[in-house]
């Protein structure tokens, strides 16, 4: 079974809950793993958490979710002014809980992690994690 949608949200503290509940229900309906869905409920937080903190004054971003079989991938787009990733990579001396951390945290939790700058100028942050879902439940004889 396969699961998509998308949902335009308000760039606001509220949002990113609620987001993150409908992506972690759609993963354990689909029976994927605990520590799976933890993962990526996580760094679904920090992305949506890095549009509400710096997209400024627009009001509505959009998160797309895809759940296959094998795959999970998130898009998180935005009007926001966007940022350069590797400006994070070239920092060196900055500690894990300076500007950034978010960024590293999302690495750390997926499989790949993207930032594209589109055509028409929005931001867009994709994540993709491998999926494991749970064996199939058996019942055992009693001996």
């Known amino acids: 079974m396969d699961i998509a949608f998308a949902v335009h949200l308000p760039v606001d503290t509220g949002s ?5 509940g409908l992506c972690r229900q759609a993963l354990e309906h689909l029976g ?8 990526i409920s996580l760094a679904l937080t920090e992305a949506c958490a ?15 979710v895809a759940i296959d079989d094998r795959l999970c991938r998130i898009s998180v787009v935005d009007d926001g002014e966007g940022f350069d990733p590797s400006t994070l990579a070239e ?3 900055h500690s894990p809980l300076e500007d950034g951390r978010g960024l590293r945290l999302m690495q750390a939790l997926v499989d790949r992690l993207d930032f594209r700058h589109e055509a028409d100028g929005r931001h867009r942050v ?8 749970h064996p199939p439940l058996r019942l055992v004889d009693p001996v």
């Open 91 to 93: 920092g060196g001396e």
């Open 32 to 39: 994927v793993e605990g520590t799976v869905v933890d993962e």
């Open 126 to 133: 994709t994540l993709e994690k491998r999926l494991t879902p």
């Open 16 to 20: 990113v809950p609620l987001i993150r």
């Open 50 to 64: 890095n549009v509400v903190q710096h997209a400024g004054e627009h009001t509505l971003y959009e998160v797309a």
